[in-house]
């Protein structure tokens, strides 16, 4: 059944592949952004166009963020939404394990919307987040990894699971990884390899909780390793198209 779908973050690395996704599988799709054209403008930090934006969506799905504000802007979000819409929010795996300030944020902001009945998809990290650490650590001629696992998933298979969420019933909490757990330096050399270069790679290590948090896997979902498209498949469609 075609539903009216009100995404935020329309803009973003998931909202880009997101918003065609919903569309291709038939639904009325509306998209939001501060600025960017082609989408109804809202801002959730000051509240401006949110009530408009969010009236008479089916489902908003959560997909916007705005890093330390994020709990006040969900605040503003959920006083718009009523409850016979369904709020469907992109959380991160691990949340409740890592303890990152963002993560804790976020963990805070599920209690509210559990309380709210909304939906919760936890996602792995995307693949874009990986290589961007993957180009940053190995610019260098002397290139680094993180001395831990990750899990990287596509925005695509993450769309596609969201859809059926908004398609389907209440979701509470669902974990959605990547295919593979695969080290960051097994991940970073292939990387080097699909770009052409060369480097020497050593391990990065830190002290703390929020590194041990990593090193411990708080952030892996090998049991929900759902997710379709490999890193390399990642790499080879990005060298081909780069935008
Ligand atoms: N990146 C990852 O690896 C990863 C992994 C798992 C889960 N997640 C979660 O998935 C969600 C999407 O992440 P992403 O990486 O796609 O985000 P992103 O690329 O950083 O995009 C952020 C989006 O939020 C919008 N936004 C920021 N501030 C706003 C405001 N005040 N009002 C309205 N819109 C605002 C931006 O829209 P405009 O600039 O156009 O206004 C943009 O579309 C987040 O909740 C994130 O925590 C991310």
Redesign the pocket.
Known sequence: MTKSILV????????RVLVPALRDRGHDVRG?????PGHVH????TGAGIPEAVDGADVIIH????GR?DEA?TSTLLRSVRDDQHLVY???VGVDRVPLPYYRS?YRIEQTIRASGGSILR????H??VHAFARVLTKAPLGFYPAFAFQPVDTGDVARRLAEIAEGGRVELEDFAGPEVRSARDLFESYLRIAGKRRPLVPLRLPGKIFGGYRAGGHLAPDRALGTVTWEAFLTRRAADPA
């Open positions: 935020t973050g329309a803009t973003g690395t998931l909202g939001l952004s501060r600025s960017a809202g801002d959730l930090r997909a916007a963020t705005d504000h802007t992109v959380s991160i976020k996602a792995t990290q995307f874009g987040l």
